[in-house]
């Protein structure tokens, strides 16, 4: 008799889940961060590296370093690989962009919805900070300090306070929303900062907001952040102007 069924290859594998392997990607990365093994900056092994130290096809490292790269943790550089992002994380702000683009939101317009998402943020977090929360903010204070005549550095530390704040408010949702705008205010300022007049008169501000948080007044907490964005609103309006070449 003769067999006219089809005739199947045997690979000696079962099929692997694509998704499932792109998510062994992830998590492998995020355990050599969470390790120290991965820093801010360092550059990741090549595709290839990954693929033979996690088992999984090329593809699979390509989507898992997309989904980390979509989440801020990983940044591909043309012609230099993946590396761990360096400055302030950043969300996906496809979305909002794009809103931006088609309405022309300006400056004010986001300081307006910073004064609304980080006047709340900073009063929750008065009433909410944990000791890890305060210590974090307490760090980048200090990196503000350290780097007055580092104006690209100072303004990482400056994100990150702010950022600190958001998840201090222990508000998920507000945190992702601070999050968001946080990340175009960041892409916006790094263009501008160098001509920053006064980086000591805004670590100062940072460090009083700190000092409210610290002491669980949100009443002074909301207050020393509003003054603040209202300064820095002004302070960022004369960074968009060049100075006058003598």
């Known amino acids: ?3 006219n069924s089809p005739v199947v290859a045997s690979t000696g594998t079962a099929p692997v889940d694509e998704s499932l392997a792109a998510e062994r990607v992830v998590t492998h990365i995020e355990r050599l961060i969470q390790a120290g093994q ?8 090549p595709e290839r590296e990954l693929a033979l130290q996690i088992k999984v096809s090329r593809p699979s490292v390509r989507a898992g370093l997309r989904s980390l790269a979509a989440v801020g943790i990983v940044e591909a ?4 690989g993946s590396f761990i992002t ?6 996906s702000t496809g979305p909002l962009s794009l809103m931006a683009a088609l309405h ?3 400056r004010d317009d986001m300081f307006d919805a910073r004064r609304v998402l980080e006047v709340a943020a900073a009063a929750l977090a008065a009433e909410r900070a944990t000791g890890d929360n305060l210590a974090t903010m307490s760090e980048e204070v200090a990196g503000m300090f350290a ?3 580092e104006p690209q550095a100072f ?3 400056d994100v990150r306070f702010h950022r600190a704040i958001a998840v201090a408010s222990h508000s998920p949702v507000l945190a992702a929303l601070v999050e968001l705008v946080s990340t175009m205010n960041y892409e916006r300022r790094r263009l501008t900062v160098e001509r920053a007049r006064d980086l000591k008169e805004s670590a100062e501000m940072h460090r009083r907001i700190y000092g409210a948080i610290r002491d669980h007044d949100a009443d002074r907490a909301r207050r020393e952040m509003s003054e603040h964005l209202d300064l820095a609103r002004m302070a960022q309006a004369s960074e968009d102007v060049p100075e006058p070449t003598p």
């Not at 360096?86 to 969300?91: D, F, R, T």
């Open 155 to 157: 303004l990482v530390h």
């Open 86 to 91: 360096s400055g302030p994380p950043k969300l």
């Open 38 to 45: 991965l820093r801010p900056g360092d550059r990741l092994p």
């Open 1 to 3: 008799m003769t067999n």
């Open 147 to 149: 780097s007055l005549q």
């Open 77 to 80: 550089r043309h012609g230099a």
């Open 104 to 106: 022309g939101f300006t």
